[in-house]
């Protein structure tokens, strides 16, 4: 039971350029989270999903997009990198929304260049 | 969703109780207290939650006051591996699932 895995660990982008992270669960779960953590700061969430073929803007959507094909996927997708868009992402997935804990991966480290 | 508020830094030694407080004043009667820690820039780990009645598991209690204006978080023997940054969040019972971290408490545990 590996529960959330992240694909890369870390990656280093020009600006302009695209990259997708892949993020992966083994339990199941219908709800999962894509969150960035800034130097210092807590987390922000960026998209979430309630289930298969569904996604939702969170608080810092903008130049992101996500999908969920398939329920134990979760991709987040950068079409034009930014420097501002440098941070660890963080993947996460829960059983429901509100009363059951979010686990989380280990993040992706992402430089913009 | 309520704002908390932590102190940014505390110390323990180890193997004594590390008791965190939050603040959150004005917390509604329907929002739950979460406690979260990110150790050394890992993934955040869920530890507990609670409504209204202190809350015991195998890794922390939760006491939280009469009135919901504040709760404390207990570690009973804090031990070195517990040095982390520990968020304390409330929520909503209907929201959309998102979690609000504020800048936590990063705990200290000392030999």
């Known amino acids: 039971n590996a529960g959330v895995t992240q694909t890369p660990k870390f990656r280093v982008l020009k600006t302009g350029q695209s990259m997708t992270l892949l993020c992966a669960q083994d339990m199941n779960h219908e709800y999962m989270y894509w969150y960035r953590q800034d130097p210092g700061m807590g987390l922000r969430l960026i998209h979430y999903s309630v289930g298969e073929g569904t996604t939702a803007k969170g608080e810092v959507p903008d130049g992101y997009n996500v999908s969920r094909l398939k329920k134990q996927n979760f991709l987040l997708g950068l079409e034009s990198a930014a420097p501002s868009q440098t941070s660890v992402y963080f993947c996460a997935s829960s059983y429901d929304l509100v009363y059951y804990e979010q686990y989380f991966g280990p993040g992706t480290r992402l430089t913009v260049t | ?111």
Request: with cysteine; glycine share 8%; net charge neutral.
């Open chain 2, 1 to 111: 969703d309520a704002k908390t508020t932590q102190p940014p830094s505390m110390d323990c030694a180890e193997g004594r109780a590390a008791n965190l407080p939050c603040n959150h004043s004005t917390i509604s009667g329907n929002e739950y207290v979460y406690w979260y820690r990110q150790i050394h820039s890992q993934g955040p780990q869920y530890i507990i939650h609670g409504l209204k009645n202190n809350e015991t598991n195998e890794m922390a209690s939760l006491i939280i006051t009469e009135d919901r204006k504040s709760s404390t978080l207990i570690l009973p023997h804090a031990t070195l591996r517990d040095t982390a940054v520990y968020y304390c969040i409330v929520r909503v019972g209907t929201d959309t699932g998102k979690l609000i971290f504020g800048q936590g408490t990063t705990l200290q545990v000392k030999p």
